[in-house]
């Protein structure tokens, strides 16, 4: 039998535990142990950003990172982005109303990645923009309307504060 | 058509779920079930001596290790052979698992159960299987070579050889004032879904039955497969796709080895079993696109209107064909593309290698038949010296001319006849959009700075909306909910929202209330699929035509309650009211209601139906003859032929004179799908081919070493672009309705991928002045297209005739 | 794609970590785990245990001072790009970060983790090259030095021995009159590059050249660093040093560029990052 850790960390404000064996990937802790399956696994070698998570509020791959290395830590995924009276977030309003997902699968990894990156360059310039998702990739939209939306959810949160 | 719902811009129902992580993927299901893994061949060509599997046995977690010989009757028998056509002489399928030979890299060879997929992988990685490698066959010229044979039953490596002929090209084109010879090249691509296959698998012992979900485009077909290979009755089978990551048309593909094996063993083990495709299988063992070498005469006049054009193209399908030749049928029809060819012929020999399986991806076989015709114009502009658009302007095919037949047989096995267009129209938009007349000046002031810029363009027809047909089925309830159900299937493509946006339309309710079901045999068990562009023209059309059933029996039910002839009534907001009268009204929940007379009132609204409260007459049966109860209607929409739409794409590039790093500054898109739904969801459609068009154009190919290795089966090094590789797309549209259906409408997924590759190698050459013949382009690619021009002027583009 | 079954230790201090590496000499050190996480989920990789040292706090540092930048262990990627202070004691380094895969990816990769990686199409080690930097090595018999030069042994082969750790790396600060410049080619942002310069130019109080150094990835085994002083000569002939590196070097062909391309290519990158050294150099003499 192989070895199993506790590992507790706080996972969209909630405590949550689970214990598992130490090759288990932070992502599939998080859809498969925790049921959080907004989280999406697209290559598991850290390329596409589909299981882009918020790890201490930065972005990081939940495919290239072990259950046992986050413990203790705070991790946000797509279903802590929206208020907790359910309200959506700025950037997921925003990229529905720019159309900015098509099949949704590599959506949530963008909306924790432009979250991030609003929270540090608030008003993005179109070059802040691009390096800032050019790690995500996005076989639908021909990243378009991600662009856009990374702008509109900018003005959204101008407006809001 | 009163509301002003279809047309609109309507942001996507699906997107509240998708958006908070409430979308429910494949691989988001059963999160209890067993999981699967598979040992797949390492070897492009081999013989299996043995497979051993005892060192697997004592992994913790094993449930159970599959080979071909464990698989009974039909289960083990090799997969159908999906299209057949009479072209398709020597057509082979794979077993689900391999039987004796293995073809490509990647073919399943065992099937492993676990608790889970980490330990599923690691029994995996225990099965030792023996091989005695056979040469392997890779790559088009080695497949026509035939030194070597994919199948032993198979002369010369060849499926098919298939013929497309309109009038006498050969002596058209010897009688032809100019005759030009060349050849062209595209290389291997994928759909590349970010979600992989996936198959989730529940057998319910109790009632006999299985429950299906697949990642796929098919789902009804899927469930035919799986009920016929497990000798169940269709009925005893529910095959569901949830919310799916993506499709390209790798997905239409059907039944993968496995959606039979994972059922099968299912209900073997009394277990529920999911299969998660990995990206590296995905690679390997799904399946890919575009693969060709074209050899083309064409013979034409002073003004460059073609006279004859004579094509014959190779095409590489890979190990197995089970998808037919639908791909060479497409390129050497849509080849033709808006213009009017004098006399045609082509001829596509389709190949066997020990490569992944090809099927259609996004385009399916236009962008090489695009690729081939546009490259065509380029090369007769040039040889004449006139303006690349004016020679194509003047093969156009003229707005009164439709319906037009181009006097060939199209993939749905019907004469391919256009329906409508405006082509001459297209081009002018196309040209004015980018810029074409005055990129002359622009070009030579970036040659002053030392800037290589060119540009170019292509036009393109896409038959879209095939049959053979689609349904809709809509019900409205008694709380005035409206549900829509059509059997095809979703992969983004916002069906949720569009098809809502008939139905409200047809209709006349609030677009809130409609509720659209797409991919679930439990709500709709006959359909085709979703490929070719043909999801909006044919379920689209399929649900207007229920909408109006069911607003037909509204107004009558209506009618009847409000003692109006339902010729005067009229619904809005979902109500049915006298026309002029708005007092007058009864809502479409009560219509619900009154359509179905009750015996038993188990609310409210249901007492006012009983059949001691409904108005009919005591004289006649509670349910007229003929009538049924309830408010729903199902119809079916079956075109006698496709409808197609076009367009026309432009792009202004940079090439870099040093480093040979290639840059798209501009590119634009005038597309005409007819009349559109969502313009908002028809531009997002665009973009995302574009997108992908652009990696083709650029980035994306499959590297295969002589071994029948794929050395880039990873999104290392498979080149999908970023959004730091796309520059913005500028799009344009125009309208002219096909008059073959009832909304007016044409398919709109692919066209943005169509031209691009023809596109872009417009473009570079004029940058560079050098002949590009095979795409993708790399920067290595150009570079060596230099060093090789620097010696050859023969490569070289005929200087002068670059100027307008 | 899931990874094999393997021991794992959590260490909280370097000590323990030395134990466990000490213990089980085959373990292989886990710190951002950007490239090692890849190989073991394709299990192309396989250690029978991993020293996760992402818990010891000590390691998890990055000190600026005149003499140069030292980055523990734990030092990410995106704080030594974001540090201002070490731009300023050392530019190439935030110049070559900026290339160093893609920004979510930055922010787990570590700096000594790219280093013990010794790829050879990365950017670092050609960073820690040309700079002529060093890594300090600890085990349970002691601490060492190693300097570039002797650091990248070959491919993904670092000179670390069985039980060592990489528990920092020390870039030294630019000199006076120096600039510094990072230019590479990729197929798409953000990739591994086609080729790529770190190219470091120093002016005597003449504003002549007195070194022009240059680090390479992509093109060898191991980072290549050639002194192009006398190709350049006083005045900066870029072109000639250009000339004189395309005759130096022998890439190799991948399936990405053939080496004729990527011969050609470093040249054009060479004279590029030479003349945008050259340029800074003189700047900050002015200064």
Same mark, same amino acid.
């Given at each position: 039998m192989e070895e199993s850790f506790e590992v507790g960390l706080t996972v969209n404000g909630t405590h949550r535990t689970a214990s598992v064996p130490a090759r288990r990937l932070l992502s599939d802790l998080l859809r498969h142990d925790l049921g959080l399956t907004g989280t999406h696994v697209g290559c598991e070698h850290g390329v596409c950003g589909c299981c882009t998570v918020l790890l201490d509020g930065d972005p990081v791959r939940s495919c290239l990172m072990f259950a046992v290395t986050a413990a203790g830590h705070e991790v946000t995924t797509v279903e802590g982005l929206a208020d907790e009276d359910g309200t959506p977030s700025p950037v997921q309003r925003a990229f529905r109303e720019c159309h900015g997902l098509q099949c949704g699968f590599c959506t949530p990894g963008f909306l924790c990645t432009v979250t991030a990156l609003l929270r540090e360059t608030p008003r993005p310039t179109e070059d802040q923009v691009l390096e800032g998702i050019s790690g995500n990739l996005c076989r639908c939209t021909g990243y378009q309307n991600i662009v856009k939306s990374v702008h509109r959810a900018a003005d959204i949160l101008a407006e809001e504060s | 058509m009163g509301t002003r719902i279809f047309g609109e811009p309507v942001e996507r129902r699906e997107d509240a779920r998708l958006l908070t992580g409430r979308g429910r993927y494949l691989d988001d299901l059963g999160r209890d079930a067993l999981a699967a893994a598979f040992v797949r061949s390492p070897h492009a060509h081999a013989r299996i001596a043995d497979i051993d599997v005892s060192g697997a046995l004592d992994v913790d977690g094993l449930v159970a290790v599959y080979t071909w010989e464990d698989l009974p009757g039909r289960v083990g028998e090799p997969l159908p052979l999906l299209i057949p056509h009479p072209a398709l002489t020597h057509g082979r399928t794979g077993y689900p698992l391999a039987r004796d030979v293995v073809r490509h890299v990647g073919e399943p060879i065992a099937m492993v159960v676990a608790r889970d997929r980490y330990l599923a992988e690691d029994a995996a990685e225990r099965i030792r299987v023996e091989y005695e490698p056979l040469p392997p066959v890779v790559g088009i010229e080695a497949a026509t070579r035939a030194e070597h044979l994919v199948h032993d039953d198979v002369p010369g490596n060849v499926g098919a050889v298939l013929v497309q002929e309109t009038g006498d090209a050969a002596a058209a084109i010897d009688a032809a004032p100019h005759v030009l010879e060349f050849s062209l090249a595209i290389e291997r691509s994928a759909s590349m879904p970010l979600e992989g296959r996936g198959v989730y698998a529940r057998w319910d012992a109790d009632d006999g039955s299985l429950r299906v979900y697949s990642s796929t485009q098919a789902s009804t077909s899927v469930r035919a497969a799986i009920a016929a290979r497990l000798g169940l009755p269709n009925g005893k089978v529910e095959v569901v796709a949830p919310d799916v990551g993506g499709g390209f048309g790798v997905k239409i593909v059907h039944p993968w080895p496995e959606e039979v094996l994972v059922p099968w063993a299912a209900r073997l083990l009394d277990r529920e079993l999911k299969w998660t495709e990995d990206r590296r299988e995905h690679f390997v063992s799904a399946a890919h696109e575009r693969g060709q070498l074209q050899d083309v005469r064409v013979g034409f006049d002073d003004a460059g209107r073609v006279l004859g054009l004579d094509v014959t193209i190779r095409h590489d399908h890979g190990a197995y064909t089970p998808y037919g030749i639908i791909i060479p049928i497409v390129t050497s029809t849509q080849l033709l593309g808006p213009y009017k060819i004098g006399a045609y012929r082509a001829e596509v020999t389709s190949l066997y290698t020990n490569t992944l399986i090809v099927t259609p991806y996004r385009g399916a076989g236009r962008p090489q038949g695009v690729f081939c015709m546009e490259r065509t114009m380029d090369r007769v502009a040039r040889h004449l010296g006139l303006d690349r658009a004016d020679v194509r302007a003047a093969n156009l095919i003229q707005p009164d001319e439709f319906p037009y037949d181009q006097g060939l047989i199209f993939q749905d096995g019907r004469p391919l006849i256009y329906d409508s267009g405006d082509y001459p129209e297209l081009l002018r938009k196309a040209r004015e959009l980018i810029g074409w007349d005055g990129f002359d000046a622009e070009r030579a002031a970036a040659a002053g700075r030392g800037r290589r810029l060119g540009i170019g363009l292509g036009v393109y027809v896409e038959g879209t909306g095939v049959g053979p047909y689609e349904g809709g089925h809509v019900e409205i309830d008694t709380a005035g909910r409206v549900h829509v159900s059509t059997g095809l299937t979703s992969q983004g493509q916002g069906h949720e929202t569009v098809f809502a946006q008939i139905a409200a339309s047809e209709l006349g309710v609030p677009i809130g209330d409609v509720h659209v079901t797409t991919g679930d045999t439990r709500r709709f068990g006959y359909a085709v699929g979703t490929?070719? $562009? =043909?999801a909006a023209v044919m379920s689209g059309n399929a649900i207007a035509l229920a909408c109006r059933k069911v607003r037909g029996k509204a107004l009558r039910i209506a009618g009847e309650a409000l003692e109006a002839?339902? =010729?005067d009534l009229e619904i809005t907001g979902g109500v049915v009211h006298v026309r002029g009268d708005p007092s007058a009204c009864v809502p479409l929940r009560t219509v619900a209601v009154l359509s179905n007379p009750l015996r038993y009132a188990f609310d409210e609204e249901a007492a006012a139906a009983t059949q001691f409260a409904a108005a009919r007459p005591v004289t006649e049966p509670p349910v007229a003859a003929g009538d049924e109860p309830g408010l729903e209607g199902r119809d079916y929409y079956s075109p006698v032929r496709s409808t197609f739409a076009a367009g026309a794409h432009a792009a202004i590039v940079e090439v870099d004179p040093d480093t040979a790093e290639i840059a798209i500054l501009r590119y634009a898109v005038v597309h005409d799908c007819g009349r559109l739904i969502n313009p908002m969801v028809v531009e997002g459609q665009i973009h995302g081919g574009v997108a992908q068009g652009i990696g083709g154009a650029l980035y994306e190919r499959m590297v295969y070493d002589e071994s029948g290795?794929?050395?880039?089966? $990873?999104f290392m090094d498979f080149l999908m672009p970023y959004a730091t590789e796309i520059p913005r797309i500028e799009t344009g549209h125009l309208e002219t309705p096909s008059p073959l259906n009832p909304l007016g409408i044409k398919g709109a997924g692919e066209a943005g991928v169509i031209p691009v590759s023809a596109v872009i190698a417009s473009a570079v050459e004029d940058a560079e002045g050098v002949r590009v013949d095979a795409m993708p382009l790399s920067p290595d690619g150009l570079y060596e297209l230099r060093e090789r021009a620097a010696h050859d002027p023969s490569l070289r583009v005929r200087e002068g005739a670059r100027s307008l | 794609m899931k990874p094999p079954p393997f021991g794992y230790r959590a260490p909280a201090t370097v000590t323990e970590a030395l134990d466990a590496l000490a213990a089980e000499p085959s373990g292989k050190v886990l710190a951002g785990g950007q490239s090692l996480i890849p190989l073991l989920n394709m299990r192309l990789a396989a250690p029978a245990e991993l020293v996760d040292i992402n818990r010891v706090a000590e390691l998890d540092t990055l000190h600026v001072r005149d003499e140069g930048v030292r980055a523990g262990a734990l030092a990410r990627l995106a704080r030594v790009e974001r540090s201002a202070e070490a731009a300023a004691v050392q530019p190439l380094l935030g110049q070559a970060l900026r290339h160093v895969a893609h920004p979510v990816i930055r922010n787990r990769g570590t700096v000594v983790g790219s280093l013990a990686h010794a790829d050879p199409a990365a950017e670092l080690p050609a960073v820690l090259a040309v700079l002529g930097g060093t890594v300090e090595a600890a085990s349970a018999r002691g601490r060492r030095t190693i300097r570039a030069a002797e650091f990248f042994r070959g491919p993904m082969e670092p000179a670390l021995e069985p039980g060592e750790l990489a528990v920092s790396a020390f870039f030294p600060a630019s000199p006076p009159r120096t600039g510094t410049a990072f230019t590479e080619t990729a197929r798409r942002h953000g990739d591994y590059a086609l080729a790529g310069v770190a190219a470091v130019v120093t002016l005597d109080e003449d504003l002549r050249v007195s070194a022009a150094r240059a680090g390479y990835l992509g093109i060898a085994a191991t980072p290549l660093v050639l002194d192009l002083t006398g190709a350049a000569g006083p005045h900066g002939d870029w072109r000639a040093a250009a000339a004189h590196v395309r005759e130096r070097i022998d890439p190799e062909t991948d399936i990405h560029a053939g080496a004729g391309y990527r011969r050609h290519l470093t040249g054009v990158l060479t004279e590029r990052a030479f003349k945008s050294a050259a340029a800074e150099a003189l700047r900050r003499a002015g200064e």
């Open positions: - | 490929f070719a $562009s =043909r002839d339902p =010729r290795q794929l050395l880039n089966a $990873s | -």
